[in-house]
């Protein structure tokens, strides 16, 4: 269970890599904030924990928890918030079904996830499954808006200790496809909702016969507010997926698709079964009911499409044509070649903001089903952002690959609270149950957007709240002066809800009088111009909304430190709290894998350190805490000596891992503290910490060593045990002891 009081420090509990390594990391920062009388409780936001908190009927009384995320999106409302958050799982349907799979088989009573309900208990069902995946945390938690940077320590370790980066080639056939046209780009409408407007609005289904059915009833739309509406054309798509296949034929290179299916929660996984639906289509046509015996559901990837098929009494002769059809397709980008794992396997699997970035990293080649790198077609279909990722591509052909050493950064000042841009993550997307027409209606009875769509085509909506915009466009102006760096908000004035948003970010330039240190550019114009500023040396500031402060925050600095997970994230909340965010967790998986298979965890803290730092900062400016203010300064000196002595964790087994990570920092730490002069108190108290830990270097690095190799059992993938997941990530009974 939650504590029952509020501590001074919310730390997430979460999920895979992240969360194993606080198993290790969460008992040192225990120790070190309890001198300083800092108190520092959990939450748990993980994928497992949201199910269980969501299902507690039939759970004995040992196995129910709190529904820490409703608490914690109630707490960062207030001025007392400060929450230190880990990346976790936003789920696709697969890595639900899984979750569910794995919690069932440890004893809990929780009911299956009905992908096609049968009645409307089975329907009910699933609506509280679907609450919890995708992007289900962040747009509860995030009350604020986004500052998003690279610490100056990092950024400077990565420039004197530059990442490899692939060659890029003028001849690289690499590219971006989108498509044409009828996308939501191109079918996009925006208006700012008046005080005559406001009100519970209904988005309705309009039949061809005239049957109104209400999608959703309701929908609170405030005077300031930005509302748009959009479809993407479902036979449009189709017939773009097709032509890709074919074009990725031609050119010779590997097709690949990218998307966001998590945070997109709705609307991409649809897409990402189309693509699916497109490779397999022989198939599909050939065996339609066979398929749909099987329950087949492209939607959640060719792997269940495949598990599926093998059930069935003709499997062989439905693979033996799937392996003719492979044959006979192009080159398809792998997400694993040793074990046969394909870009269209799991929708999860490959994740636009991850996948994109490492393979610009690489010289934009993807790995192909032989175990080689090959040029890609890169297939975004929508062209909201997709032209970020093509003016990318494009300027490393022209220009060749970054270099780390001497490039400047990007920062970003992202659009996201109170659910700002969340676009298909949350209830306001639709697929069309048939030809007709979905409308939104205001309060007053004015039909605000209205589009005629055909069955199967996905419609959204989504609103951006006036108060969080004003207060995305003061941080932006905060963070300029601050920094005097070049300044972009990245808008483009021929997309509807652009638009919107410029009429509001041009008149605040011009009341604040800084029209002429700003400048609003499209996302493809903003790419190149941040590319060349960064190119030079310089820096810059991406003013950006949600989707593209998550596109953006993985982009830069993949590219500039090569990973994101080190990355500064603050969020500063509306109401005076402080959130702070410790970097992605798109590889999170692979180090699972790993961890399991060989007890070497390669997951990078450096997100964790700096987070910590800025928290207990926080709390000494709000709190008054001054020993706070000296424990996180010494925390800063301890990720600086990560940085300087290179004791961040190694990717092989039997190299220092994540375990050897903590180790120095909880050592520069005490070391940093019992050198200060600011408390004497806390100095005396680390003393002997300190000369501990120096003391039992040789032993705890060896008992952190000899553990490595083996397989280790944590107790489960999606809910490890607790007991089991300490055992493994605290191997040393000599650090052990001097922590406690």
């Given at each position: 269970?939650a504590?029952?009081?509020t501590p001074?420090i ?5 999920d895979?890599?992240p ?10 920062i225990?120790k070190f904030a309890a001198a300083?009388g ?8 993980s994928?497992s924990?949201r199910?269980l908190?969501?299902?507690p ?15 914690l999106?109630e ?8 929450v230190?958050?880990?990346p976790n ?8 079904v899984?979750?569910i799979k ?5 004893g809990?009573?929780i009911?299956n996830y009905p ?11 699933r ?6 995946k995708?992007s289900a945390v962040?747009p ?9 940077r690279a610490?100056?320590?990092?950024k400077s370790?990565?420039?004197s200790?530059?990442h490899r980066?692939?060659?890029?080639e003028t001849?690289s056939?690499?590219?971006?496809s989108?498509?044409?046209?009828n996308d ?8 700012t909702?008046t ?7 209904k ?10 059915t ?8 405030d ?8 479809f993407m054309?479902a036979?449009?798509?189709?017939a ?12 010779g ?5 990218h998307?966001k ?15 699916v639906?497109?490779?397999l ?6 065996y ?7 329950g087949?559901?492209?939607?959640s ?18 693979q033996a ?9 192009p080159g ?7 074990k046969?794992?394909?870009?269209l396997?799991v929708p999860?699997d490959?994740?636009i903001?991850a996948?994109?970035?490492?393979l ?5 080649k993807?790995?192909?089903?032989d175990g080689?790198e090959?040029?890609t077609?890169c ?15 494009n ?9 780390p050493?001497t490039?400047?950064?990007?920062q970003?000042v ?18 069309a149950?048939?030809?007709?027409t979905?409308?939104v209606?205001?309060?007053n009875g004015?039909t605000?957007h209205?589009h005629?769509v055909e069955?199967?085509?996905i ?21 300029q ?6 300044s ?9 809800h652009d ?13 604040a009088?800084?029209?002429d240190?700003?400048e609003i ?7 190149v111009a941040?590319?060349e500023t960064?190119t ?7 003013n950006?909304?949600?989707v593209l ?5 993985d982009?830069?600095p993949i ?12 969020v500063?909340?509306m109401?005076?709290g ?7 967790g798109g590889s999170?998986p692979?180090?699972v894998e790993?961890?399991v298979?060989?007890?070497?965890l390669?997951?990078?803290?450096m ?8 928290s207990?900062n926080?709390l ?11 424990l ?13 002595f ?10 220092p891992?994540n375990r050897?990570?903590?180790y ?6 005490a070391?940093?503290?019992a050198?200060?002069?600011d408390?004497?108190a806390?100095a005396a ?6 000369k ?8 705890i690095?060896?008992e952190?060593a000899?553990?490595q190799?083996?397989a280790a059992?944590i107790?489960g ?5 607790v007991?089991?997941?300490a055992?493994?990530?605290r191997?040393?009974?000599?650090l052990?002891?001097?922590?406690g």
């Open positions: 269970m504590e029952n009081s001074d919310l730390y997430t509990i979460v895979e890599a969360e194993l390594a606080s198993a290790s990391f969460l008992p040192i225990r300083a800092v108190t520092v409780g959990t939450k748990d936001i994928l924990g199910i908190a969501t299902f009927e039939k759970l004995t009384a040992a196995q129910k928890i709190n529904d820490d995320l409703a608490e999106g707490l960062v409302k207030t001025p007392d918030a400060n230190i958050k880990l799982i936003s789920a696709s349907v697969p890595q639900l899984a979750a794995e919690l069932q088989g440890q809990y009573d009911p992908e096609e309900p049968a009645n409307d208990a089975e329907k009910a069902i609506a509280r499954y679907d609450a919890i995708g962040n509860v938690l995030r009350e604020g808006n986004s500052d998003r610490a100056k320590a990092v370790y990565a420039q200790n530059p980066m692939g060659k890029w001849t056939k690499t590219h971006v989108s498509m044409s046209g939501f780009y191109a079918n996009e409408v925006s208006a909702i005080a005559a407007q406001a009100g519970a609005a988005i309705e289904f309009v039949a061809k016969d005239g049957a109104v209400v999608l959703k009833d309701g929908w609170k739309l005077e300031g507010t930005v509302a748009d509406a959009t054309s036979k449009a798509l189709s773009f997926l097709a032509e890709e296949i074919e074009n990725t034929k031609k050119n290179v590997l097709f690949s698709l998307m299916a998590t945070m997109m929660k709705v609307s991409d996984p649809i897409i990402f079964g189309h693509a639906k497109a490779w289509a022989p198939i599909f046509d050939k339609a009911d066979d398929l749909k015996a099987a087949v559901n492209p939607n990837g060719m792997g269940d499409v495949l598990a599926r098929i093998a059930t069935l009494p003709n499997a062989a002769a439905i044509d799937i392996d003719a059809l492979n044959a006979d397709r398809m980008y792998m997400v694993n070649s040793d046969g794992i394909t870009n396997h999860s490959v994740i903001d996948s994109m970035p490492a610009i990293r690489a010289g934009g993807g790995w192909g089903a080689k090959a040029d077609n297939v975004i279909p929508d062209n909201c952002y997709a032209g970020v990722y093509k003016e990318t591509v300027f490393f052909k022209a220009n060749g690959a970054l270099n050493a490039a400047g950064t990007v970003n992202g659009l996201m609270a109170q659910k700002a841009e969340e676009y298909g993550s949350h209830p306001t997307t639709f697929q149950p048939a030809d007709g979905i409308r209606v205001l309060a004015q605000l209205s005629n069955a199967g085509d419609w959204r909506a989504c609103t951006v709240k006036k108060a969080p915009i004003e207060n995305w466009i003061q941080l932006a102006l905060d963070r002066r601050l920094t005097g760096f070049r972009i908000f990245w808008l483009d004035a021929n997309r509807a638009a919107e948003l410029i009429k509001y970010v041009t008149p605040a330039l011009e009341a009088g800084v029209a240190k700003f550019m499209s996302p493809d114009l903003a790419t941040s590319l960064i030079k040396g310089e820096n810059t500031i991406a950006t909304g949600n402060r998550d596109y953006l925050t982009l830069f590219l500039e430190l090569g990973t994101s997970a080190k990355m500064l994230s603050i500063k909340l109401n005076g402080g959130l702070f965010e410790t970097g992605a999170a692979k180090h790993q961890l298979q060989e007890n070497h390669r997951w990078d803290s997100g964790e350190f700096c987070a910590l730092s800025e207990l926080f000494a400016d709000v709190k008054g805490n001054a020993k706070a203010g000296v996180a300064t010494a925390a800063e000196a301890a990720t600086q000596g990560i940085l300087d290179n004791r961040s964790p190694d990717r092989k087994v039997g190299q891992d050897d990570s903590h120095w920092f909880a050592r520069y730490w070391e940093a503290l050198a200060q002069s408390d004497a806390l108290e680390f003393a002997p910490v300190a501990a830990l120096a003391d039992g270097e040789a032993a690095l060896a952190i000899a553990v190799g083996a059992d107790g993938y999606y809910h490890p045990s007991e089991k997941k055992a493994v990530m191997p040393s009974a000599t052990n002891a001097i922590i």
